[in-house]
């Protein structure tokens, strides 16, 4: 998971969302949306349910064109999504592919590359490896337990070096003690290849523990009501950290927030 070399260190945003609006014949979701995410920033988005989260990670993804606004990468305009942009989906059982191996699954954006077969065999189980999943290339999802499968589901996301990660609710559908473990996995990721991530949760916890800052919607249509800096430091600790009297303060007044609406 080494950060690839053929991208700058960017001193600016990685992403850039201007006054995105999204109208569907009978309403409004998204309006005026406008934030930036920096190298190596995790940004939470949360919000009252069924408010347009997910439509506005698929227009910053490239998979849902927005109505009017824009959304620019690395200083260029979206167009689909980009190869340096990866997304993880909250649905592991559906996003990997069952009858393929969990090698192939992972390699499946390098070899949408063009990446020669033996590079693709190499880049998956190093990849494998790092997320915790050594010698499992060989066996098929449904062999691996729902944690595991969502492990695959971020090496795939990892395997071609993105510099940005868009993950929608990704660790939604695990048992707890398992979605601690991925969180950790993803702030280590970050801390290992200074990937950026923009993630959406309903877990006001889950904001302030993974987020650099958290991003609350507000009612429909959906506009950005508050950004709150997580002044928590690194590392994390899912005991000390979400034990400490600042953590507590974070979400209660993340909490506040999404309470208004």
């Not at 699954?105 to 077969?117: C, H, M, Q, S």
């Not at 971020?154 to 048992?175: G, H, K, Q, T, W």
């Not at 928590?232 to 909490?255: K, M, N, W, Y």
Request: proline share 5%; glycine share 8%; with cysteine.
């Amino acid at each position: 998971m080494a950060a690839d070399a053929s991208y700058p260190a960017e001193a600016t945003a990685v992403l850039a969302v201007d006054s995105l609006r999204m109208t569907y014949p009978t309403k409004t979701v998204l309006a005026d949306i406008s934030f930036e995410v920096r190298p190596a920033e995790i940004v939470c988005l949360v919000g009252p349910s069924g408010i347009g989260k997910t439509t506005l990670l698929r227009c910053l993804g490239g998979l849902q064109i927005a109505t009017t606004g824009s959304v620019r990468t690395h200083g260029s305009a979206l167009g689909g999504t980009p190869r340096h942009m990866s997304v993880v989906f909250q649905d592991y059982s559906r996003s990997l592919l069952p009858w393929m191996r969990v090698g192939a699954n992972v390699a499946l954006p390098l070899r949408a590359a063009g990446v020669g077969r033996s590079e693709r065999t190499r880049r998956a189980e190093q990849v494998l490896g790092e997320v915790g999943l050594e010698g499992t290339s060989d066996m098929y999802p449904w062999q691996l337990s729902g944690g595991m499968q969502q492990r695959v589901a971020i090496a795939r996301a990892l395997v071609d070096n993105p510099r940005v990660l868009l993950m929608d609710e990704p660790f939604a559908s695990v048992d707890a003690q398992t979605r601690f473990e991925l969180e950790d996995l993803t702030l280590r990721i970050r801390a290992e290849t200074g990937v950026a991530a923009v993630l959406v949760t309903h877990d006001i916890d889950e904001a302030v523990y993974l987020g650099d800052r958290v991003l609350v919607l507000s009612g429909a249509p959906a506009t950005i009501a508050r950004s709150v800096d997580v002044d928590l430091g690194q590392p994390r600790d899912q005991l000390s950290t979400r034990a400490g009297h600042r953590f507590g303060e974070l979400r209660s007044e993340v909490l506040r927030e999404i309470r208004r609406y």
